[in-house]
């Protein structure tokens, strides 16, 4: 199976075509500014020190500082860093704000180390990387199995090093702290708001719309709770210990306390068991991946049977995937839009930080609405105007954008 970089790649040099980008260009966005490994060194709780692998791919800066979140999980690798990092390129450039892109990640298990082994690793991680971030340079944020408590731990670690507080250093950080309202749920908040602009452009009803969640997390779960609240009926959910589903819809409310009295989806009252893979493939209007990379593949492309994709996580689909799913007419709202919305409220963070003001969560929303419907029609309108899909049409803008600004600088020296 394609890996994501082979994916990002291939993304690349299909919009490299069709925008015509000189070879010079296209080379230098093929790979990433700086690349950062560091060997962490943590005493567990049992004394004894384990040492753990931390990336941190500075992909583009043309645009602004590096911005990107910081993921712990055991398949971190530098390539699919890489290809989140790239990604984040092209989507900070599409949501128009003054940004590049980047990713971190540490290979660890969060879910078999305690809060203070993860606080130590934190600390550590963020010492290390320390003189390549900064408000200015790189500004990281939260990622699967990273919140806002690790982005709080950054945030302190980096403060005590420069000797006064700078919250404006991560994004996604508690409220008490500097956080903005909204920012934990913005992603699902635009991928919702995605969901409903596409239901306008593209005629798919609404109201009683059945929709399939793969993932249960920050985006999945909040996801639901938007799509229920627009009337949808959330048909299917999964998280990393398997699926249930229900045809006439999930209490999503009484399903949040269930995930988190019992850690899993799976056995909640009045639903059936049903495995990721026969999530993916079911009837449905829109099936979300909101939980990992590379789960629609040409293995199960032909299989899918979701009239809209949405792509909450980002590189769900594989390119060989993607052009299947385009012959099957299945529409693909590609996660480098749909799911801007959390670098948007993460720029909204930042900014409020930085002038030192803490906005309501109404002001909030409102920007982040105003940003996504504006990404949404720029995208839709692109994809009309050129005949390619919204995805090939994302990549047009936000490339197209980045390209631009590397002609403008010009190379120095
Ligand atoms: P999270 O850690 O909060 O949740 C991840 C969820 O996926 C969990 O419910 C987990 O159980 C589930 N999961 C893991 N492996 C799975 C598998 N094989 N099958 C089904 N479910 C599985 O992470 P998140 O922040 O919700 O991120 C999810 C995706 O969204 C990632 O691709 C991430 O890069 C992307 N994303 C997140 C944000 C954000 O603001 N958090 C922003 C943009 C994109």
Same mark, same amino acid.
């Given at each position: 199976m394609e890996s994501s970089l082979e994916n990002a790649h291939r993304q690349l040099d299909i919009v490299a075509e069709l925008l015509g980008i000189d070879p010079g260009i296209h080379e230098i966005l093929k790979h990433a500014k700086t690349t950062h490994t560091v060997m962490v060194?943590? =005493?567990?709780?049992?004394?004894?020190? =384990?040492?753990?692998?931390?990336?941190?791919? +500075?992909? @583009? &800066?043309?645009?602004?500082?590096?911005?990107?979140?910081?993921?712990?999980? #055991?398949?971190?690798? !530098?390539?699919?860093?890489?290809?989140?990092?790239?990604?984040?390129?092209?989507?900070? *450039?599409?949501? &128009?704000? #003054?940004?590049?892109?980047?990713?971190?990640?540490?290979?660890? @298990?969060?879910?078999?180390?305690?809060?203070? /082994? $993860?606080?130590?690793?934190?600390?550590?991680?963020?010492?290390?990387?320390?003189?390549?971030?900064? #408000?200015?340079?790189? %500004?990281p944020a939260p990622d699967v199995y990273t919140d806002s408590q690790t982005m709080a731990w950054i945030m302190d670690t980096y403060s005590v090093i420069k000797g006064y507080l700078v919250p404006e250093v991560v994004t996604g950080k508690p409220i008490s702290v500097g956080g903005s309202e909204g920012r934990e749920e913005a992603t699902s908040r635009g991928v919702a708001f995605c969901v409903r602009e596409t239901s306008r452009a593209f005629n798919v009803g609404l109201a009683d719309a059945s929709v399939a969640i793969q993932g249960f997390g920050n985006v999945g779960a909040n996801l639901a709770v938007f799509l229920q609240d627009m009337g949808c009926r959330i048909t299917a959910v999964s998280d990393s210990t398997g699926g249930i589903f229900r045809e006439k819809g999930l209490d999503i409310g009484k399903l949040l306390k269930f995930k988190r009295d019992t850690g899993s989806v799976v056995g909640f009252e009045g639903s059936e068991d049903l495995s990721n893979e026969e999530l993916l493939e079911l009837e449905c209007d829109f099936l979300a991946p909101a939980a990992m990379e590379n789960q629609i593949t040409e293995k199960n492309a032909r299989r899918i049977k979701a009239r809209v994709v949405?792509?909450? *996580?980002?590189?769900?689909?594989?390119? /060989? *995937?993607? $052009?299947?799913?385009?012959? +099957?007419?299945? !529409?693909? %709202?590609?996660?480098? !839009?749909? @799911?801007?919305?959390?670098?948007?409220?993460?720029?909204?963070?930042?900014?409020?930080?930085?002038? =030192?003001?803490?906005?309501? !969560?109404?002001?909030?929303? =409102?920007?982040? /609405? &105003? $940003?996504? %419907?504006?990404?949404? &029609?720029?995208?839709? *309108?692109?994809?009309?105007e050129k005949g390619v899909s919204m995805r090939e049409a994302a990549l047009m803008l936000g490339v197209g954008r980045v390209v631009e600004a590397i002609k403008t600088l010009g190379l120095f020296p």
């Open positions: 060194p943590v =005493r567990m709780d049992d004394g004894k020190v =384990r040492v753990f692998t931390g990336y941190r791919v +500075q992909y @583009n &800066d043309a645009r602004g500082p590096y911005k990107g979140g910081i993921r712990y999980h #055991p398949d971190v690798n !530098l390539d699919e860093v890489r290809a989140l990092a790239m990604w984040m390129t092209w989507k900070c *450039a599409i949501a &128009d704000l #003054p940004y590049g892109g980047a990713k971190g990640g540490v290979v660890c @298990n969060p879910k078999e180390m305690s809060l203070a /082994e $993860k606080e130590r690793l934190t600390r550590r991680y963020t010492f290390m990387i320390s003189e390549f971030i900064g #408000p200015h340079r790189d %500004v949405v792509e909450g *996580a980002n590189g769900p689909t594989t390119t /060989e *995937a993607d $052009k299947i799913l385009q012959e +099957q007419g299945i !529409l693909v %709202v590609p996660d480098i !839009l749909a @799911n801007s919305g959390g670098v948007v409220a993460s720029y909204l963070e930042w900014v409020q930080n930085i002038n =030192r003001q803490h906005w309501s !969560l109404e002001e909030v929303n =409102r920007h982040l /609405e &105003d $940003k996504m %419907v504006k990404s949404f &029609d720029r995208v839709h *309108a692109l994809s009309k």
